[in-house]
């Protein structure tokens, strides 16, 4: 007989792998026949699931390409949550943020992703929507966290920046001349807002 923590952890090993799935599908297909050629549909079929099961994890096909998703919103807010105490709310908000992206990058079909979405701007820019799960995910978690609620002016203030530092830090990436880690780009941002915007060294 299982526990409930251990069928928990099945659950969410489960929604892993069948989101790595339709991650996997959508690469493969987008990166043979260009991602305006490919439907929701397509991909399910791919993965072997239902077009149901696709929206419980994605709201677009462009989504499947970016580490922040409604199906992760409740992941992140609780990592916010469980950061040490001792930390600044923009601390914690970094290191929940800068985590994800490394698990992003670290992923199997990461430098499918990373080509697609810069032969394909429009990807990011029509799955951008995932920016405003990341923001809701941040002030829920910070609300919590200080105790100030994810309304209060402070709460959504830190929220906000660290989105605007991933959103910066995703389009110096995209438009770098030569390769550069994702990774770093988004450290140099964080490390820019937290010197209070003061001019980086020469």
Request: glycine share 8%; charged share 30%.
């Given at each position: 007989?299982?526990?409930?923590?251990?069928?928990?952890?099945?659950?969410?090993?489960?929604?892993?792998?069948?989101?790595?799935?339709?991650?996997?599908?959508?690469?493969?297909?987008?990166?043979?026949?260009?991602?305006?050629?490919?439907?929701?549909?397509?991909?399910?079929?791919?993965?072997?699931v239902s077009p149901r099961t696709f929206f419980n994890y994605f709201d677009s096909k462009e989504e499947t390409l970016l580490p922040?998703?409604?199906?992760?919103?409740?992941?992140?807010?609780?990592?916010?949550?469980?950061?040490?105490?001792?930390?600044?709310?923009?601390?914690?908000?970094?290191?929940?943020?800068?985590?994800?992206?490394?698990?992003?990058?670290?992923?199997?079909?990461?430098?499918?992703?990373?080509?697609?979405?810069?032969?394909?701007p429009q990807l990011l820019q029509r799955g951008m929507v995932a920016a405003r799960t990341l923001n809701l995910a941040l002030r829920?978690?910070?609300?919590?966290?200080?105790?100030?609620?994810?309304?209060?002016?402070?709460?959504?203030?830190?929220?906000?920046?660290?989105?605007?530092?991933?959103?910066?830090?995703?389009n110096v990436w995209q438009g770098a001349v030569e390769e550069r880690d994702i990774s770093l780009v988004l450290s140099e941002a964080?490390?820019?807002?937290?010197?209070?915007?003061?001019?980086?060294?020469?």
């Open positions: 007989m299982t526990t409930a923590d251990e069928g928990a952890g099945l659950r969410e090993r489960k929604k892993r792998m069948t989101r790595q799935a339709l991650r996997t599908a959508a690469v493969r297909l987008f990166t043979e026949r260009g991602p305006t050629s490919v439907t929701v549909e397509e991909i399910c079929t791919e993965a072997g922040f998703t409604r199906d992760t919103y409740e992941e992140v807010a609780g990592r916010v949550r469980a950061r040490p105490p001792q930390e600044e709310p923009l601390e914690a908000v970094r290191a929940v943020v800068e985590q994800s992206i490394a698990r992003a990058v670290a992923g199997d079909t990461w430098h499918q992703e990373a080509e697609l979405l810069r032969a394909h829920d978690g910070l609300g919590e966290r200080t105790g100030r609620g994810a309304d209060d002016p402070y709460v959504r203030l830190v929220a906000a920046v660290a989105v605007t530092a991933v959103h910066v830090a995703v964080f490390d820019g807002v937290e010197r209070g915007l003061t001019p980086p060294p020469e």
